[in-house]
Structure formats: C-alpha cells, structure tokens
C-alpha cells in the first residue's frame, strides 16, 4: 500500500470480519493496518499516523473498551478517533460506556455498509483537513521565515507572497471556526458525561435496593400465601426494608442535592432582586451565616479593605459565591488538621470592584490552575468532590454579576481568586 494513503487500523478477533471491514472501505485507498487482540492494537498504534481506529467491543483477554482507553491515555495516540463495533444491540447503558471509554461513534452490528463507509468518509476529510492545515501553517510560518531573512527586498517579497498569504489566513480562519465548533460540541459531550457520571452511583444504589426489596417482597408474599411465613422471616424483612429504605433515602437526597447543584451551573436566578448594601458588612454577615455549616475550626478568616463601599448587585448570588470559595479552600487547600489563614480584601477602582479571596495553603500547579474553573474537575474525587463549585462561581461571577474571575497560585504558596464586577449592576440580568 502507498506510503502517502491515509492509515485506519481496524481491530477484531474474527479474521472474516477484518476482510469484509478492508472490502467495504477499499473504495476510499485507505492503508489498512489490522489487529486481531487489544493488544496488538496497542503494540501497533503509536507507530503509525492513524486517522481512525475501528475497536471492536467483544475480544478475548484485553476487550475494546479497556484497548481504546489505554490508546486515548498515551500522548501519541490520544488524538485519534474511535468508532467502536458492537454485535449487541443498541442499549444506552452500553453506548454511554463507550463514549466514557473515548468513543467517537458507535456501530452496532450487521455493519451497514454504506452507513460504515460514510462515516469513516467523515474522519477522513477531516484528517485531510488537518493535514492542508498543518501545510497552510508551514507555508506560513516558511513565508515568516523569508521576510524576516529578506527583510532588504521587504516590498517585493511582500507583492509575491501577498496572495499566497491571504489564501492561507483565509483557511487558517476557516478551519479555526470549524475547531473552535467542534471544541464546543466536545465541551458539551464532557459536561453531559459528567452529570450522567455523577447521578449514575446514587440512582445506580437506588435501583438496586429497590430491586432487592422487590424480590424480598415477592418472597414473602408468597410464603404468607403458602402459609409458611415465619415470626424469623418477618423480622428479617424488616432488617432490610429499614436498612434498603434508609440506603434509598440516602442516595435519592445526594443526587437532590447533585441536581440543585446543576441548577446552580445554569445560573437560574430569575427571582433574586438587585439591591443596594455595603459590601464589607454583607461580606462580614455572609461568612457568620455559612460558618455553621462548614468545618473550619482549624482556619481563621479575616476580612478587610474599603469599609465604606456600597454597591448594587445580586446579594445572594455573591453570598453563593463565597460559600463555594471558602469551601473550596478547605477541601483542597489546606492538609487535614491544618491550622490556616483565608483572607478577603475589597477594594475598588473606578467603577468596579475588586475582592481578592487569598489562602495560605499548599497551592496548586499550573496543570490544576489551568483547568480549575472546568465543570468537573476535581483532584478529591474519591473524596466526594464533585468538580461543580468553582465553575458555579466562575459562572455567577461572568453571568450573574458581569464580572471576572482569574485564579494564581503556586505550590507551597498559597491560592489567590481575584474577582471582579461592577459596583452598580445593570437591572437587565441577562442583557448585553
């Protein structure tokens, strides 16, 4: 096969299925590339340039779920689309498991032909486009090369490279658009996945207990109507409808609170009213009302700056603001039995104002700060985290009250939120 013909690897432990795959798709002069195992799909992946992997599901030992989540971790390879081959049918669950494990699309089988060829005709033109894109930057950066070394003949090299240029900003703009839409969509699929990742452990709880106390309910009623029914059975029954109810009543109020959660990242806040206030009492009473209900004996809070700022906006919306901060800080800033300091400064300059929410904590690295405000994120998962509260802050701070958040931070000094927004908010909450 040419050297210069796009590479797709397709992966399936049925020879049969290699061949009708490499058939279907010969019209496009693709270079195949075939692994009959997971792992010779690893073995092979980051030695080729591949546009698109075909993952069958169902293999033996290493299966493709786990195969494509190995090829998405490594630098190399973490770029290339999976559609993943299924003989099972369609099932939400399924699917959503593929998508989690990088998916891009999902088959089931008999394989469509058509519907096959099209959709891997689609990876390919946009692999194309990638390519004329990484050749439209080289011209451009070559272009660069040569006026900077020729800088003497400035003008004519400009009236021969002029045209040349324009033809390359104009796709360069074009396909900036079409990355720009797709990281949009990819942000989207990522919050989704999310949410559904969240809720799916509590309700997950819930429908297995009640599942379980519907087979327990069946057994009794049926022991009662046998009239075998026991004095010990009963008070067995009742072990568990206590203990399944209380594991219910649990779980559902976790997602409740996961699904208030949720609300708060679509910044409902249609019923709050602007008032007017001074800044640093309502800092001062907000921080005594939350107190209560977080854990910070071991931190001491101080507030100061302008005591004299009065400013109209959403009260309980900046209230909100820094109850996430302060909790923030105490999950993730401080080692547990950390004595720590969070200080709050306000000011103002002309129109604005500026509150400056310091810790004194480990810090984070640049990676963390660099994603801090991304739904999700969290570095204390296993802790409970769910990775909401900066990016409700980031959202009631740009949408709520039209201002800005930026985090710095550095390791072993400490975290800074600056955040900042007008002192008199416009009544139109959602206007330009």
Known sequence: MNESCPKILIVDDEPNNLRVYERILAPLNLDFTK???????????????????????????????????????????????????????????????????GAVDYLVKPINDEILKSKVGVFLELYKERLRLDKAYETKKKAEEELRVHKENLEELVKDRTKELQESMEHLISAQDKLVKAEKMA??????AGVAHELNTPIGICVTASSFMQGETGRLS????????????????????????EMILSNLNRASKLIKDFKLVAVDVSSEELTTFNLMSHVDDSITEILPELDLIHHQVSIEGDKDLRVTTYAETLKLVLKNLLLNAITHAF????????????????????????????????????MVFEPFYTTRRGSGGSGLGLYIVFNLI???????????????????????????????????
């Not at 992997?53 to 290339?80: N, R, W, Y």
């Not at 059975?233 to 203990?243: H, N, R, T, W």
């Not at 080692?335 to 984070?364: C, L, P, Q, S, Y």
């Open 35 to 101: 692994a009959m195992s997971g792992h010779q799909a690893l073995a092979v992946a980051h030695k080729h340039d591949f546009f698109l992997i075909l993952m069958d599901v169902q293999m033996p030992g290493m299966d493709g779920f786990e195969a494509a989540s190995l090829i998405l971790e490594h630098p190399k390879t973490c770029h290339i689309p999976v559609i993943f081959i299924t003989a099972f049918a369609r099932d939400e669950a399924f699917e959503f498991k593929g998508y989690i494990s």
């Open 187 to 192: 942000s989207l699929g990522r919050l989704v």
């Open 222 to 245: 049926h022991e009662f109507n046998e009239g075998h029914l026991s004095h010990e059975e009963m008070s067995g029954f009742f072990d568990a409808a206590v203990q399944s109810s």
């Open 335 to 370: 080692e547990h039995d950390t004595n720590g300091k969070i200080m709050i400064h306000i000011a103002r300059t002309e129109d604005r104002v500026i509150v400056r929410f310091k810790d004194d904590g480990k810090g984070m690295s640049a990676e963390t700060v660099s």
């Open 398 to 432: 740009t949408q709520v009250l039209k201002g800005d958040v930026h985090c710095k931070s550095q390791l072993g000094e400490g975290t800074e939120f600056k955040i900042t927004f007008p002192i008199e908010r416009d009544t139109d909450l959602f206007g330009n």
